[in-house]
């Protein structure tokens, strides 16, 4: 009687498990692209009805988008986040801007004179957008991924530490962008919780709080848009120190993030 109870037993529990691992693995998918774009920052992240972008690289990288946008058959991005005014992450907004519909634009609130940001304004007047300049933080959802940006808490000299900051959460993953924010900025977001999945700051390159910003987010993953020449020794060592699995643009090309809700799966171009 013993032996049927514990078989009856260990038929319910694997049964539960199949239903368990059904319900987890129910959820649509949720992917960030990771766009080789040189030392830029380009992310696109989508779900079956929902698309963000955050940042464009350099001039040239709108068409880069464009092409993934089409063969992802997506018509229209709902946030568009420009993390601050420098080259190499707002280059490419006016290409994407001027050739897909773009229905929110969320950007930081100081001033920049290029002539990137020039044909970035002017696309924006052209199809009537007003961008949001972001002086606090906001919060919206999209097809159950919960998006947070944070807007910098204090003016400051250097732009970098203007970035706005983006964590994505869905279910039990999640995914921190931090732009090019260097020491004064990691100061600010230094207890914005753990992440599974982390853009590294200021394209890899050497920065004094990093280790103790790593020790707080605890990523296991983590994504270095980059060059080979800027892609800091001292980053490498840390990441490798905190056990954090890495990828960088410079030596992986194109790399795509896809959550399940429950874990995250990482490809590479290379």
């Given at each position: 009687m013993k032996k049927i109870i514990l078989f009856i037993m260990s038929v319910f529990?694997?049964?539960?498990?199949?239903?368990?691992?059904?319900?987890?693995?129910?959820?649509?998918?949720?992917?960030?692209?990771?766009?080789d774009v040189g030392k830029a920052d380009c992310m696109v992240m989508y779900t079956e009805n929902s698309t963000v972008i955050i940042?464009?690289?350099?001039?040239?990288?709108?068409?880069?988008?464009?092409?993934?946008?089409?063969?992802?058959?997506?018509?229209?991005?709902?946030?568009?986040?420009i993390t601050h005014y420098d080259k190499d992450h707002v280059g490419g907004a006016a290409k994407v801007i001027n050739?897909?519909?773009?229905?929110?634009?969320?950007?930081?609130?100081?001033?920049?004179?290029?002539?990137?940001?020039?044909?970035?304004?002017?696309?924006?007047?052209?199809?009537?957008?007003?961008?949001?300049?972001?002086?606090?933080?906001?919060?919206?959802?999209?097809?159950?991924?919960?998006?947070?940006?944070?807007?910098?808490?204090?003016?400051?000299?250097?732009?970098?530490d203007f970035s706005l900051v983006t964590k994505a959460v869905y279910h039990d993953t999640s995914f921190l962008f931090t732009g090019d924010a260097m020491y004064k900025r990691l100061e600010e977001i230094?207890?914005?919780?753990?992440?599974?999945?982390?853009?590294?700051?200021?394209?890899?390159?050497?920065?004094?709080n990093l280790g103790e910003f790593l020790d707080n987010v605890k990523p296991q993953?983590?994504?270095?848009?980059?060059?080979?020449?800027?892609?800091s020794g001292n980053t490498k060592k840390l990441l490798e120190k905190s056990d954090i699995k890495y990828y960088a643009t410079c030596f992986n090309g194109n790399i795509t993030a896809v959550s399940d809700g429950n874990k995250i799966d990482v490809l590479s171009e290379k």
């Open positions: 529990t694997a049964v539960l498990s199949v239903g368990c691992e059904k319900e987890v693995n129910q959820y649509p998918k949720f992917t960030v692209e990771f766009l940042d464009c690289g350099e001039k040239g990288d709108g068409k880069k988008i464009l092409e993934l946008l089409e063969e992802k058959e997506i018509e229209s991005v709902d946030y568009l986040i050739n897909i519909e773009v229905k929110n634009v969320l950007a930081p609130d100081y001033e920049e004179n290029s002539d990137e940001m020039d044909k970035y304004i002017k696309a924006l007047d052209s199809k009537n957008i007003t961008p949001v300049r972001m002086t606090e933080n906001i919060s919206f959802t999209l097809d159950n991924v919960q998006y947070t940006v944070y807007a910098p808490e204090k003016t400051y000299d250097n732009d970098n230094m207890d914005i919780g753990k992440c599974t999945f982390l853009k590294v700051p200021y394209h890899a390159r050497k920065i004094e993953y983590a994504v270095a848009c980059t060059s080979e020449d800027e892609f």
